[in-house]
């Protein structure tokens, strides 16, 4: 299952995601079987579309057996997050700053 949520972006967004995915709330949409190739081209588009025209915010997740919680999370224009799990229970925290590791 994919699921990509967008907020406050350009319509662009919003026809190109209706058109690989259906929008089940307004800004949500879904995908049970979207393949890994096909997942990978779309969040490729949103994030070239981004580095031209920033604004709002977009948030992909999907099944990812080699990630914490087995869900997989990329995300433009909010604070980066990552997941963790913490004894078993799944946890969201902000990933450290480059700035802040230094």
Known sequence: MTVVVTRDVPDRYRGFL???M???APGVYVS???SRAVRERVWSVLNDWWGTQPG???VMTWRDSASAGQLGLAMLGTPP???ADLDGVL???RKPSASAAA
Do not use: D, H, K, Y
Request: net charge negative; aromatic share 0%; no cysteine.
């Open 18 to 20: 209706s058109s690989v």
């Open 22 to 24: 259906p929008e089940v």
């Open 32 to 34: 049970p079987e979207l």
């Open 56 to 58: 709002g915010s977009v």
């Open 81 to 83: 997050v990552e997941l």
């Open 91 to 93: 946890v969201v925290r």
